[in-house]
């Protein structure tokens, strides 16, 4: 017997018909377990960019919003509950703007600069307010430096800065300022989109430009950051090819970025809300593809690195709508469907979790695909955040092999794409976590589960779903959409699970 609690939202499911005679079956094998997904799959990404920073989550110490030094208790405090294993800031496209000396001192002293064709940056936030931020959260950094407007040097100065432990005059410039202990950079990355915003490169020249910059950042031997080689955009496999061949040794990472626009047309992208079924499943089908371009990247990844030293990093993906009426710049509603779409991007990342080592969603705050969206004094958290939380047991998680049968499949259209998708993984508390998708918006679907090597006698977890295709919360509803709990137990060894229609589910069962 399936059992899912609260929320009226669910109600019309759990009197769902009898279990189907044909169930989809899952076998998922506990005795061969496959490599760790890292947990910076599950990363997260900040850039100066209309409010996903400032407002959104730096009011200022002044502020009447109640924040620490600055950073809204509110926002903090939910991304803290998240586990956000890591941030990458501050761009983007800003990184290749951005001047990290305007950023440091007194903040009074701070310019207020213009940078490109960006809005009117305050520097208020700069690398120490950076890392206060990540170290109440409890997050590692993922620090993107700047090519396109800066200098080798500029570069250079600046991971020393961050990291050197005493002895050379940016630790004591830090020092000064108010950092005697040098910051932790865990990954670091040179440039964002050289191919675009980032100067318009060709990825020969690109990848002189990196090894010029690489060599030349000082740091301490025990605490250098990894580096980051930025690429491509979508299944274009070009930078990955040149990159892979020419930064062997050099990088732990090659970047893609991959958004997923409903439409698939970026002139008209689609709406955020108020969709229509066909938007629906053309968004999941778009986001789908996210496993061919992994695909297409890995396979050149293993022709020039089989020792598998340089990992795909998908430092850009999630939702882009059109952004008709937005708050701020690319501020988009946050739906049901965005949880999905998370959903079948993890298992993806899962899936090649070997090579995927590190993605971060865009974007954390008030930004495209975010966590959480903000209004002045008021916060909600979205289905994507929910869906981030449902799934944090995935983060270093060993991934176990799954076989699915007589799958379903749902289709609208010229459209199909598979009607459920799992991934599975045993966690670091021990258990083995299952996590489901299914993609029908009208149908609720069984699944029978059956492990080997395991026994298991039940299964318990949450439940994300809700009526409407759109549903999402608000500043004035915030408790619209949020998990509900969910239960199941065994009989003969098997789970007999009924996953509601337009669904994510993920339980942890029970040996
Ligand atoms: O995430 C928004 C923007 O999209 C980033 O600044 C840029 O790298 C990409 O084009």
Redesign the pocket.
Known sequence: MNTIKHGLAVLGLIAAPAFAANPVSIHIDAGKPGPVINKYVYGQ?A?H?GTGVYEGMWVGPKSNIPNTRGWRNDVVGALKELHVPLVRWP????ADVYHWRDGIGPQDKRPSNVYGNHVEEINAVGTHEFFDLIEMMGADAYVNGNVGTGSVQEMSDWVEYMTSDGGSPLARLRAQNGREKPFKVAYFGVG??LW??GGNMKPDYYANLYSNYEHFLRAPETSRPKMIASGGSGFDTTWTQVLSKELKGRTTGITV?Q?TVPTGNWDVKGKDLGFKEGEWISTLANALKMDQLVKDHVAVLDKNDPEKKIGLMVD?WGTWYDEAGARSA?FQQNSLRDALVAALNFHIFHEHAERVTLTTI??MVN??QAMILTDKEKMVLTPTYYAFQMYAPFQDARSLPLAIKDNTRYALGAVNIPGVSASAARAKDGKVYLALVNTDPNKAVDVAVDVDGTKVHGAAGKVLTSAAMDAHNTFQDPQVIKPAAFSVRAAGGRLSIKVPAKAIMVVALEE
């Not at 761009?91 to 800003?94: V, W």
């Open positions: 990404f850039e960019l761009g983007g496209c800003f964002n989109e675009g915003c970025h958004y850009e690319l865009a974007q930004v495209l």
